[in-house]
């Protein structure tokens, strides 16, 4: 699986969009960008994911570069209840399909 | 849908203690997971399923031992739980592989002493 890039941290005020940065220079082809999250002593929670286009669905809105080496994760209205490590992660289906979390980005909503 | 389901939430075993972490889910996914997750890192595959009757390793599989008799329940055996074994465990499931979410449980937080 493709390395990725993520601050360490960011803040963001509650009820503006937070964009989540994400590189991934080194992506193939067929390996698609996730996007999960992980609220404090919970399980990770999926979001989206995409190959080549931006996706939207009723969490977020991913937007990829052309050349595919960056991603943005945008929650258009972040609220408190997004406070979260949020996990930037490319795969491409293997024989065990495990996802590899690196170290994310910590979101912090700031009332 | 209770999607995927961990049972208990939280246990205190001896070193030398075995035990059996429960997983369901009622999603009629094919695949199923196990994780751990020590404090302040990511996730790392223990075992995992891509059916009934199939089961394979993991990158952290030693200590731990997995069945999967059913669709739904893929239980996880620790046998002589050790320190090392302490952590947050996590059961996952997706539809299939590839471009397919997985959906994680709530977690079992296991402490070891």
């Known amino acids: 699986d493709a390395k990725t890039t993520q601050p360490p941290s960011m803040d963001c005020a509650e009820g503006r969009a937070a964009n989540l940065p994400c590189n991934h220079s080194?992506?193939?082809?067929?390996?698609?960008v996730y996007w999960y999250r992980q609220i404090h002593s919970q399980g990770p929670q999926y979001i989206i994911h995409g190959l080549k286009n931006n996706e939207t669905n009723e969490m977020a809105s991913l937007i990829i570069t052309e050349d595919r080496k960056s991603s943005t994760l945008i929650l258009p209205h972040a609220t408190l209840r997004d406070t979260a490590v949020y996990y930037c992660i490319v795969r491409v289906a293997t024989r065990d399909d495990k996802i590899i979390f690196g170290k994310g980005t910590r979101l912090h909503i700031l009332p | 849908n209770a999607g995927v389901t961990q049972t208990p939430k939280f246990r205190i075993l001896k070193i030398g203690q075995s035990m059996t972490l429960q997983c369901t889910q009622d999603m009629n996914h094919n695949y199923m997971y196990w994780y751990r997750q020590d404090p302040g890192m990511g996730l790392k595959l223990i075992y995992y399923?891509?059916?009934?009757?199939?089961?394979d390793k993991g990158e952290v599989p030693n200590g731990y031992n997995v069945s999967r008799s059913t669709t739904e329940d893929f239980p996880l055996r620790l046998e002589l739980a050790a320190p090392s074994q302490t952590s947050v465990y996590f059961c996952?499931?997706?539809?299939?592989?590839?471009?397919?979410?997985?959906?994680f449980g709530p977690g079992t937080r296991l402490t070891v002493t």
């Open positions: 080194t992506i193939s082809g067929n390996e698609y």
């Open positions: 996952a499931s997706s539809y299939s592989r590839g471009s397919y979410e997985q959906y």
């Open positions: 399923s891509v059916g009934a009757g199939i089961t």
